[in-house]
């Protein structure tokens, strides 16, 4: 089992301040077509096959890899991408809450597993150290904070 988390600040000093709800629309985007917020390249196809008001299926190719990711959206609060299939198996969630100082953050966190590999082999050993390295999911919580800050400055959010 892969078990991975990371949480950041989403207004560091210096950077241009976002509200809950600019945020919220910077996951939405994301979860509808990653091809906006990863780097260039690794997200060849995205695409929504099925939307509802709580939820989206989509189909992707991320890293040369094809998948279907059940997206449920908890407005403002949470984005749980459900990996329906591909490679990995379990929920990858992105969640927006205040810490006790009031100060909004944004953290990732999943519980995955590789199907078809043995449970805490050596495949899901490598995943679990590339997601908490340098290039993990919290680069990529600073990368769509930085994308959405982007969108916000070129009026598209």
């Known amino acids: 089992m892969i078990y991975s988390t990371a949480t950041i600040p ?9 509200s809950r709800a600019q945020v919220w629309q910077g996951l939405v985007l994301k979860a509808r077509d990653a091809r906006l917020f990863l780097p260039p390249g690794l997200c ?5 096959v099925e939307d509802s008001a709580s939820h989206i299926v989509r ?3 991320i890293g040369g890899t094809d998948l279907r990711e059940i997206i ?7 984005v749980t991408f459900f990996q329906a299939t591909g490679p990995r198996e379990g929920a990858i969630i992105n969640e927006l809450f205040e810490d006790e100082a009031g100060a909004l953050q944004l953290r990732f966190y999943c519980y995955l597993g590789l199907r078809g590999k043995e449970p805490n082999g050596p ?3 490598a995943e679990q150290a590339q ?11 600073l990368s769509t904070l930085k ?11």
Do not use: Q, W
């Open 123 to 125: 495949e899901e050993r």
């Open 131 to 141: 997601f908490d390295g340098d290039k993990g999911y919290k680069s990529a919580l």
């Open 72 to 78: 449920s959206f908890e407005p403002e609060r949470k």
């Open 44 to 48: 060849t196809r995205c695409e929504v």
């Open 147 to 157: 994308r959405t800050r982007e969108l916000l400055a070129e009026g598209k959010l």
């Open 10 to 18: 989403v207004n560091p000093e210096g950077a241009t301040p976002l």
């Open 59 to 61: 189909d992707a190719t």
